[in-house]
């Protein structure tokens, strides 16, 4: 009889324990977009790492190598050779160019796994994202593949084509990595040194995503005011974070951490500062390219801005209709008139 209190209580305390924790976790992940379900999606994405192939031609046969490359990588195989590389296949010169290319990038094609140890992670996160594209965006085609290629530091860094998401990993491999720091000066002046900064690992998912972002959904607007580009780089960036709810807002927005805090703690002084001076209906393309570009910025912007302050104001334009219209489904977002999200 003694004993029945004592186990009624063990029980109840074991109950009690569990639904705390069960709180306590759930708590833990509340406000964190964890996206849909993808677990049960099904997508073949498959992985062509093109350096590989591309670095190990053998260069006494390159006639029969280049055609076996055609045939395998398509479309890509003639964007490499013209846009990435810019050989000219039409010059007597084409093999040379190509032995010299080998010959000259050999220390940044086995400079990869070392400076990129753990590129099967970044992939798979974009396999993922891909994934969730599928699931909000049902009706659209997705990428059919993911080509990894080696190209110069200063070309193309990743771009969406109808091959598939292309991850120039030349431009990945950390701050650390002494072919950026014995060329800082020059790529400074080339990409900005907020650009620069991105310059790692973290960056190969939100970087392939974007540009296939802003390959499927080209800039609705004509002669656009500021306004009309913010909302639209804004929306792009909402989509972003819908596919990569993983990543910190730091690698979506491509800010320093500190960088980050500062837009967030004075997002109400931002907005204020592009209606004071007026900005918002301005049309003139030169002003407008210099408050989204990691690389320029306006001689009057305060110094505690970061560059491409833009995109951050653009973005909270766009998260505030979304809290006003909770409905609004990504693809609904993205096919909205400019002027419907500015109200």
């Not at 969406?160 to 000066?185: I, W």
Request: hydrophobic fraction near 35%.
């Amino acid at each position: 009889m003694s004993k029945k209190p004592t186990f009624i209580f063990t029980r109840i305390f074991k109950l009690v324990f569990s639904l705390c924790i069960l709180i306590g976790f759930s708590n833990c992940h509340s406000g964190k977009n964890v996206g849909p379900n993808i677990r049960k999606v099904k997508l073949e994405l498959p992985v062509s790492h093109f350096e590989n192939d591309f670095f190990k031609l053998d260069t006494n046969n390159l006639v029969s190598g280049l055609d076996s490359l055609k045939v395998k990588y398509g479309y890509f195989y003639t964007d490499y050779m013209y846009n990435i590389a810019a050989f000219s296949m039409e010059d007597e010169t084409f093999y040379i160019q190509i032995k010299h290319f080998i010959r000259t990038n050999r220390q940044i094609y086995d400079s990869v796994s070392y400076y990129i140890p753990h590129l099967d992670k970044q992939l798979h996160e974009l396999e993922n994202a891909i994934k969730r594209a599928k699931v909000y965006f049902p009706e659209l085609s997705m990428p059919p593949r993911i080509i990894t290629y080696i190209g110069p530091i200063d070309g193309y860094g990743s771009f969406a084509s109808k091959e598939g998401l292309a991850v120039g990993l030349q431009q990945f491999f950390g701050t650390q990595y002494t072919g950026y720091q014995n060329q800082q000066d020059y790529l400074e002046s080339l990409f900005g040194s907020q650009r620069l900064k991105q310059f790692t690992p973290d960056y190969i998912a939100p970087a392939a995503i974007t540009s296939w972002i802003n390959r499927t959904f080209p800039d609705k607007a004509g002669h656009y005011t500021l306004a009309d580009k913010l909302i639209e780089e804004g929306r792009k960036i909402y989509v972003l974070k819908a596919l990569l709810p993983d990543l910190p807002d730091s690698a979506i927005f491509g800010y320093t951490g500190k960088q980050l805090q500062w837009c967030t703690d004075n997002s109400i002084l931002i907005k204020k500062y592009f209606e004071h001076e007026n900005l918002l209906k301005t049309k003139s393309p030169e002003k407008i390219v210099t408050y989204l570009s990691d690389n320029l910025r306006p001689d009057s912007l305060p110094p505690a801005f970061p560059n491409n302050i833009g995109k951050y104001l653009g973005f909270k334009m766009v998260e505030d209709y979304m809290e006003d219209h909770k409905k609004t489904a990504l693809p609904q977002l993205m096919e909205l008139e400019l002027w419907n999200v500015k109200q």
